[in-house]
Structures are given as structure tokens and as C-alpha cells.
């Protein structure tokens, strides 16, 4: 069983930057897709970036040219990098990761983000 825990969240300005990252307690070598979610109060979950095993990324259109998801394997980390927060990003943002052939589905608890105008 692995475990997902997402750190970086905070009170960011307009126009600031953070990084979240996403720690797995065991390897994510075997990860075939690791992904960003988030949601905003009252509404739905929805999809920000996804990175394969092989590297490639899909950004929802919305964060797209702002935002950048990369993994690191030996660390058994994939961060977010969040370029030019618009009040619109603030919501809780969720890691998410489908592993191996059995295609088990992992979550973390999620990590708070809230930009002030």
C-alpha cells in the first residue's frame, strides 16, 4: 500500500508562484500515470495535469502555460509548479497516481492553495 502526501499548499498574492510536491512512501517507478486534481468549494473535483511514466503531460486548459508537472522517480516525488496564481486556482489540491498492472488507484488527504486578489 503506498501512501500519497501532498506539502506546499498556502496564502499566496495574485501573480505569486508556489510548488506543490507529492511524497510517495514507496517507489513510483511502477506509477503509470501520476495526476494533480483539485476543487474549489461547492464545487467538482476536476483534473489539472497528468504526467506518464514515460514523461508526457496533459494540463487542463485553464492552467495550461502556468503550470508544470514533473516527477522526479528517485525521489519518489511529483510536484506542481504554479506560475501566475489567479484567485480562480484557489481550491484543495489532490495527488493522484494509477500504479502497475493492476491499475490501483491512489489519493492523498490534499493540500490547501488559496490566492488572495
Known amino acids: 500500500q503506498v501512501q500519497l502526501v501532498e506539502s506546499g499548499g498556502g496564502l499566496v498574492q495574485a501573480g505569486g508562484s508556489l510548488r506543490l510536491s507529492c511524497a510517495a512512501s514507496?517507489?513510483?517507478?511502477?506509477?503509470?500515470?501520476m495526476s494533480w486534481y483539485r476543487q474549489a468549494p461547492g464545487k467538482m473535483r476536476e483534473l489539472v495535469a497528468t504526467?506518464?511514466?514515460?514523461?508526457?503531460?496533459n494540463y487542463a486548459g485553464s492552467v495550461k502555460g502556468r503550470f508544470t508537472i514533473s516527477r522526479d522517480n528517485a525521489k519518489n516525488t511529483v510536484y506542481l509548479q504554479m506560475n501566475s496564481l489567479k484567485p480562480e486556482d484557489t481550491a484543495r489540491y489532490y495527488c493522484?497516481?494509477?500504479?502497475?498492472?493492476?491499475?490501483?488507484?491512489?489519493w492523498g488527504k490534499g493540500t490547501l492553495v488559496t490566492v488572495s486578489s
Open positions: 514507496g517507489s513510483i517507478f511502477s506509477f503509470n500515470v
Open positions: 493522484y497516481g494509477v500504479q502497475g498492472t493492476m491499475m490501483v488507484h491512489y
Open positions: 504526467i506518464t511514466s514515460g514523461g508526457s503531460t
